[in-house]
T-cell receptor
Framework: GAVVSQHPSRVICKSGTSVKIECRSL??????MFWYRQFPKQSLMLMAT?????????EQGVEKDKFLINHASLTLSTLTVTSAHPEDSSFYIC??????????FGPGTRLTVT | SQQGEEDPQALSIQEGENATMNCSYK?????LQWYRQNSGRGLVHLIL?????REKHSGRLRVTLDTSKKSSSLLITASRAADTASYFC????????????FGPGTRLSVLP
């Protein structure tokens, strides 16, 4: 089956620094990837839609200048959390859309900002 | 990983009618979530119901949870053409949600 990876799986950073999270589709090309975040015991919340070769589309309430998304190739999208603060601590999950419009989820990245 | 399986796989109704979708799961849960997805778009969270809750409402949505039967239902009342989408359930883990596994979803078509 289709595989999506995320790197890193866990990251701890200091307040004010930036963190980059990578999402890769390993065995298929994905023109569209989605980024979600999840707080403990909560649902996935869609943050943005990442389209290869174009600007990301952000959901209402998500700051595009804080959560920078780059979809530079058909297999890679990156999410950079800029000037991270403790309230950004969360679980970030990406998904990549396959040819049949199905979503394949990555394993997630747990970000802790101290 | 947790898994929800939706039923039916496809549902077609007239505008104004109610739509009911079901979800079954296999193991004990802390919560169950319902999402909708329009074609080519990301999953949008609709409602979360915790294991100690039996029913929850949000606008035209009503979700029930029966932990003894390991099942949940999503009812959309007075459906509209804009409700046409796929609906998925997912079961919540203890803390963070690694390895989210969604079922195939229910494809709802609301005809004008």
């Amino acid at each position: 089956g289709a595989v999506v990876s995320q790197h890193p799986s866990r990251v701890i950073c200091k307040s004010g620094t930036s963190v980059k999270i990578e999402c890769r589709s390993l065995d298929f090309q994905a023109t569209t990837m989605f980024w979600y975040r999840q707080f403990p015991k909560q649902s996935l919340m869609l943050m943005a839609t990442s389209n290869e070769g174009s600007k990301a589309t952000y959901e209402q309430g998500v700051e595009k200048d804080k959560f920078l998304i780059n979809h530079a190739s058909l297999t890679l999208s990156t999410l950079t959390v800029t000037s991270a603060h403790p309230e950004d601590s969360s679980f970030y999950i990406c998904s990549a859309v396959g040819q049949g419009n199905e979503q394949y989820f990555g394993p997630g990245t747990r970000l802790t900002v101290t | 990983s947790q898994q929800g399986e939706e039923d039916p796989q496809a549902l077609s109704i007239q505008e104004g009618e109610n739509a009911t979708m079901n979800c079954s799961y296999k193991t004990s849960i802390n919560n169950l979530q319902w999402y909708r997805q329009n074609s080519g778009r990301g999953l949008v969270h609709l409602i979360l119901i915790r294991s100690n809750e039996r029913e929850k409402h949000s606008g035209r949505l009503r979700v029930t949870l029966d932990t003894s039967k390991k099942s949940s239902s999503l009812l959309i009342t007075a459906s509209r053409a804009a409700d046409t989408a796929s609906y998925f359930c997912a079961t919540g883990p203890d803390n963070y949600g690694q390895n989210f596994v969604f079922g195939p979803g229910t494809r709802l078509s609301v005809l004008p």
